[in-house]
């Protein structure tokens, strides 16, 4: 009888393909002719990391920053090795976050126990989906990393490490709170990792930074997101709910689309306390993939590359 946990060779070449596409990638960076094409860090986190790094504004029109502050620091460790390493080092994280959620979402079981050939197929088919994104540098990856090994963490009945890879999400995109929330209707001892993530998450850039600056920069990225509005062209629309019913001839109000994502998100954590009572591993599963597909579908950034 096979062992399922041992790597077979399809297996084997998926996780090569990873490494090829790591490879790719680096050297497009290296021979590229204009860095900054396709390259959302260098065009985005970048400047805002060497804004807060010089107390300088990181939230103007048009840079398209819209992470928390504490984002801007911890990108700070790319941007100091300069456009061309900081750009290959920010990519090789996100990919290795991913695969290291996905690695943990095998040893755990979730959603359920596969076989290295089907191991192999999640794989590539990640790597084949995800490449867009890996490859103009953007942080969905690291993102869905950071959710796995949550989850993965939780499932092998954990509480700090979910707790801080839940605040690592946050510290670059909030609403992946919401989905430590779920998490703790499921395991009750998470609530006070959640509760001190979420205050490092918030509190630590007033560490690193004078406090008047930081307050500004909270401020301003309050009313940035407040003010803006893509529902008027549709080819540069979110693609969430609002896009569905606008493609029908429905502007959404904003409060309703509030409403539903409050509505939605109380939804999965109740159906997930729910079935904890019958069987944990399942609610474990079913959060993490109706967390997601909340995020897609009412969640506040849906992008293209969101979905890959």
């Not at 867009?132 to 993965?152: D, I, K, Y």
């Not at 029908?248 to 729910?274: D, T």
């Not at 909340?294 to 969101?306: D, F």
Request: net charge positive; hydrophobic share 55%; proline share 5%.
């Amino acid at each position: 009888m096979k062992d399922a946990s041992r790597p077979e060779i399809g297996e084997r070449v998926a996780i090569g393909a990873w490494f090829a596409i790591a490879l790719g990638i680096t050297l497009r960076l290296v021979f590229a002719r204009d860095l900054e094409r396709q390259n959302v860090y260098l065009k985005v986190f970048a400047p805002a990391a060497e804004a807060f790094q010089a107390r300088l504004p990181m939230y103007a029109a048009g840079s398209g920053f819209r992470y928390p502050p504490i984002a801007a620091w911890m990108l700070g460790a790319f941007e100091a090795m300069g456009p061309w390493l900081g750009s290959v080092a920010w990519r090789l994280c996100n990919m290795g976050v991913l695969l290291l959620g996905l690695r943990a979402s095998f040893r755990s079981g979730l959603p359920m126990t596969l076989q290295s050939g089907e191991r192999a197929f999640v794989l590539a088919l990640t790597a084949i989906v995800g490449i867009g994104g890996f490859n103009n540098g953007q942080a969905n990856a690291l993102l869905l990393g950071c959710v796995l090994l949550a989850s993965a963490g939780v499932a092998m009945s954990r509480s700090a490490a979910p707790a801080g890879w839940v605040a690592l999400a946050t510290g670059f995109k909030v609403y992946p709170f919401a989905f430590g929330m779920v998490l703790t209707v499921l395991r009750p001892r998470l609530v006070w990792g959640m509760v001190l993530g979420l205050l490092a998450v918030v509190v630590l850039p007033y560490a690193v930074a004078p406090a008047d600056y930081v307050t500004e920069q909270y401020r301003a990225l309050v009313e940035g997101l407040g003010h803006e509005d893509r529902t008027g062209d549709l080819s540069d629309a979110y693609r969430d709910l609002r896009l569905v019913t606008a493609s029908m001839g429905w502007a959404m109000p904003q409060y309703v689309f509030v409403l539903l994502q409050g509505l939605g998100g109380l939804l999965v954590a109740l159906l997930a306390f729910l079935l904890r009572r019958r069987d944990e591993a399942a609610a474990v599963a079913f959060a993490t993939s109706a967390t997601l597909c909340w995020m897609l579908l009412l969640g506040p950034s849906t992008e293209k590359v969101t979905y890959q």
